[in-house]
Structure formats: structure tokens, C-alpha cells
């Protein structure tokens, strides 16, 4: 079967650095996207990779290893507004979008 | 620029009851549809999506069903609501013919089954 696995929460301080963890195993790939999701609000995107490598966007960056089926999502200068849940989603070979639970980032103070 | 529209935002509709979601898109054409359902603790689910009007794919057998009677409309809907069908709904639009485009998600129905 097709499974996304990511931390089901995190905790970081307000100004430093966190990495979210996305492992797949999928029945092809096309691409792996990291989506932001606020409490109560819909998911907003934030990133797509589909080549190894990291991809960088201001203070977020996203990193794919297509051979590990890993990718990993890094948060830096971290700012009270980060905190939401972040959900990991890969496209597989019949372009269906296979999603992860998210992971809930809390950020203190 | 896109804008999708999606209501209501809350809904608590007791167990039997029809349901009737609506959802559209403003700025495009023949967009992609989406309905998902996301429950607590678990992924997004799948339940509808429609390439074109009259045209829709079910993902997950279940008493719901999905209409689009427009280009740029879609319609989830139910003739008799159960307890497991509370959830947050979301509707969705991605670009024709860009199958890895990201999705453009409305800001969901929050849905009570009593």
C-alpha cells in the first residue's frame, strides 16, 4: 500500500530552527508538496519538489531524496505565526495526491 | 486572480438529514475539482474530483455523492446524513491539464452530524 509518514507533533522556540520529516512509500512519484494548515482554516501551499535537492523560499526551504523517499521541510527564524499543522502530500505515478496526517508544530515563547 | 468560494463554513445537521455543500471558482476555466474530507489525526481524504461539467470520479464508496452542473461549480451532497459523516469538507481546484499543479483549497465546511 501507499503510506506518507511524518512526526504527529513538534515543539520549537520562537526565533530558532525546526525540520519536519516526511518518509513515502508510494507507487510512483511526480512530486512531493508541503502544505501549510492554520487551526480551523484550509491548507495553503507552501512547496514543491520533484527533483533531489533542496529548494529554498525565503525563511522556508524544502528538501527531497527520491531514492530514500525522504523529504523534509525547514522552518527557520521561527515566528509565533508558524504554528500550524504541515502536511506532507506525494503524487504518484497516476498523478493521485497520497496525503500524510500533517504535523502539528507549536511554537514557544 | 483564482478565488474559490466554499459554504457554509459551519453546519450541524442531525443524523438522516440531506446535506447540500457548494463550491466555486472564480477567474478560471475548466478548472480541476476536488472534495476532501479530513479527519482528526488523519491525512486528507479523496472523496470526489471532476475534470469537466457533468464528469465525476468517486475515490471512496459511501452515501455521498458530487454534482457539477457548471464549469465552475461543484455540489457535494447527501439524501441522509450519518454520524460518520462529520468532518471538515474541503473543496479544491487545481489548473486543467497541469497534473502536478498544487491544489487551491476553499476555507472548508465544518460538518456536525447530531
Known amino acids: 500500500g501507499q503510506n506518507i509518514d511524518q512526526p504527529t507533533e513538534m515543539t520549537a522556540t520562537e526565533g530558532a530552527i525546526v525540520q519536519i520529516n516526511c518518509t513515502y512509500q508510494t507507487s510512483g512519484f511526480n512530486g512531493l508538496f508541503w502544505y501549510q494548515q492554520h487551526a480551523g482554516e484550509a491548507p495553503t501551499f507552501l512547496s514543491y519538489n520533484v527533483l533531489d535537492g533542496l529548494e529554498e523560499k525565503g525563511r522556508f526551504s524544502s528538501f527531497l531524496s527520491r531514492s530514500k523517499g525522504y523529504s523534509y521541510l525547514l522552518l527557520k527564524e521561527l515566528q509565533m505565526k508558524d504554528s500550524a499543522s504541515y502536511l506532507c502530500a506525494v503524487m504518484d505515478s497516476n498523478y493521485q495526491l497520497i496525503w500524510g496526517a500533517g504535523t502539528k508544530l507549536i511554537i514557544k515563547p | 486572480s483564482q478565488t474559490i468560494h466554499q459554504w457554509p463554513a459551519t453546519l450541524v445537521q442531525p443524523v438522516g438529514s440531506p446535506l447540500s455543500l457548494e463550491c466555486t471558482v472564480e477567474?478560471?476555466?475548466?478548472?480541476?475539482l476536488y472534495w476532501y474530507r479530513q479527519a482528526a489525526g488523519r491525512g486528507l481524504q479523496l472523496l470526489f474530483y471532476s475534470v469537466g461539467i457533468g464528469q465525476i470520479s468517486s475515490e471512496v464508496p459511501q452515501n455521498l455523492s458530487a454534482s457539477r452542473p457548471q464549469d465552475r461549480q461543484f455540489i457535494l451532497s447527501s439524501k441522509k446524513l450519518l454520524l460518520s459523516d462529520s468532518g471538515f469538507y474541503l473543496c479544491a481546484w487545481s489548473p486543467p491539464g497541469q497534473d502536478n499543479s498544487p491544489l487551491h483549497f476553499g476555507n472548508g465546511t465544518r460538518l456536525t452530524v447530531t
Open positions: 477567474g478560471t476555466s475548466n478548472p480541476n
